[in-house]
């Protein structure tokens, strides 16, 4: 087989192969998965399908890449220039990897184009803020000296979900990579095909073979081999908070470093004195953008008292003129959801919620989307009614789902917004700037937007408080999270030490 390194593939084509050690692998067991388009629900590709030798192998390329240190011993210009060449490449083949997204996640073009060009960006910020990731000179007392150097941790497994395919292989290939790493990439079995292209881009940058690996299988038995595996020196995992706790459980034998980004259910707090249109057009976009499929989607909406009628009026107006419809199409706002299964999962939530007493006041079921009718579909959702014990309050949806609440006064809003066990997100919406900073305070979340719906920017920290997990990407400090430091003393005096005086 020629080598990934040297051969720049189609983006849209009907195999797709794994890559171990910079050469395409279709599996030790030469079996293949088919991943489908959930817009239509027809078949899209098939793929390789991982066993867990080849999980062996990825490790022992990994391992090899990094010991042999041709990556990790690069000056530290060299490797942000072939960041940028990634990002530079994909820059060239953007219309193709977007046009790709879509078709395997069924989101909207509009989102697929704003997620493949954070991609690149994420690549283009981590090549700059390598150069500046450096270790530090301390003070010592008397004729010593102390300095500290960043050396890459090694072997890192990245495990990544369905909801940002390519948006989230680059927020973790690119710190690891910059630090000097080796990884080996897991995507989610559904939406694997970006994730691939961007390993061969990697590649065709220049990047050495063996330093960036990916396997694509099930992820209950690769993806959790993985990230047992006593070749591996850090696991990140991006993903629902269940499998989070069982892959943290499963790195602690060996005491590997773990990242975790997990779920989510952010609120969305709109006082009496916010601008109203823009809370409106806020919460619209911050349930309904990816189809309400993201791990900071606000889907609890709770507004002042004296605003909620006003608010709601324009609200559900405005959640009825939503285009569901051919992903690829610019006019599309709401895209498909991302398999049978998970459209089943959101439907009996919002059932559950009709059996508790609460209100479906708008969508509630499956839609019909013209030309579309294989694929999977649900009309925005908005539930009224609620009470905080309801189970589509208190656990995530990951759909199109937004429960909606009123509260009395700041203390209320607080006390509402921090009443639930994860802590990833949240808004708030007023026009008195004190009153934001206050609350901001106060939530306990990782991120917190005021008069925006926009989350994450390359250079913004993102992560969780309580059981949306630890750890920050996306940010400078993300770089941290991938080196080890070491300290180095120093005696500098003229005379040997003689501690014991012998």
Not at 31 to 43: C, I, Q, R, S
Not at 291 to 305: F, N, V
Not at 447 to 457: C, K
Request: overall charge neutral.
């Amino acid at each position: 087989m020629s080598s990934a390194k040297t051969e720049a593939k189609a983006v849209k084509r009907d195999v797709y192969e794994m890559i171990i050690g910079g050469q395409p692998v279709g599996g030790s067991e030469r079996e293949y998965f088919v991943t489908y388009n959930p817009a239509t629900g027809e078949p899209l590709a098939k793929v390789a399908k991982a066993t867990t030798a080849d999980v062996d192998a990825a490790v022992a390329a990994a391992r090899q890449a990094f010991a042999a240190g041709k990556w990790k011993r690069s000056p530290v210009n060299k490797r942000a220039r072939t960041m940028n060449k990634i990002a530079n490449i994909m820059r060239s083949r953007f219309n193709e990897l977007v046009e790709l997204e879509v078709l395997n996640s069924g989101k909207s073009l509009s989102a697929a184009q704003g997620q493949v060009m954070q991609a690149i960006e994420d690549f283009e910020f981590y090549a700059g803020a390598i150069v500046s990731h450096r270790g530090a000179v301390n003070p010592m007392p008397g004729p010593f000296m102390n300095y500290t150097l960043k050396e890459p941790v090694g072997v890192c497994a990245q495990i990544i979900p369905w909801n940002y395919p390519m948006m989230m292989a680059a927020w973790k290939i690119a710190p690891a990579i910059a630090t000097g790493c080796s990884v080996i990439l897991k995507p989610a079995s559904l939406t694997p095909l970006t994730a691939i292209v961007m390993t061969e881009i990697c590649h065709e940058a220049g990047v050495p073979e063996g330093v960036v690996n990916i396997i694509t299988g099930d992820g209950s038995t690769v993806g959790a081999y993985l990230a047992e595996h006593e070749g591996v020196d850090k696991v990140a995992f991006t993903g629902e908070t269940e499998t989070g706790k069982d892959i943290m459980a499963k790195a602690s034998k060996s005491l590997k470093r773990v990242t975790l980004e997990l779920g989510g259910k952010s609120p969305n707090l709109v006082f009496d004195d916010a601008d109203l249109n823009a809370a409106v057009d806020g919460a619209l976009f911050g349930i309904f953008y990816n189809t309400g499929q993201s791990c900071e989607a606000r889907s609890r909406l709770y507004i002042q008292e004296s605003l909620y009628d006003a608010f709601m009026e324009k609200f559900v107006e405005k959640a009825k003129k939503l285009v569901l419809g051919n992903p690829l199409d610019q006019n599309t706002h709401v895209g498909a959801i991302i398999s049978e299964r998970q459209l089943e999962v959101i439907d009996g939530y919002v059932k559950s919620a009709e059996e508790e007493g609460a209100t479906i006041l708008l969508g509630g079921g499956r839609a019909k989307v013209d030309g579309h009718e294989s694929g999977h579909w649900y009309l925005p959702t908005i539930i009224t009614n609620v009470t905080e014990s309801m189970k589509a309050v208190k656990e995530e949806i990951f759909g199109p789902v937004v429960v909606v609440s009123t509260f009395k006064d700041e203390k209320d809003a607080v006390k509402l917004a921090n009443n639930t066990n994860f802590g990833l997100a949240a808004a708030i919406w007023t026009k008195d700037h004190a009153k934001a900073t206050r609350v901001a305070g106060m939530i306990e979340a990782g991120t917190i937007m005021i008069n925006s719906p926009f989350s994450a920017f390359p250079g913004t920290p993102f992560g969780g408080y309580k059981q949306s997990g630890f750890g920050r990407e996306l940010c400078i400090e993300t770089l941290d999270l991938y080196t080890e430091t070491k300290s180095v003393v120093s005696y500098t005096g003229s005379r040997p030490l003689n501690p014991f005086n012998l």
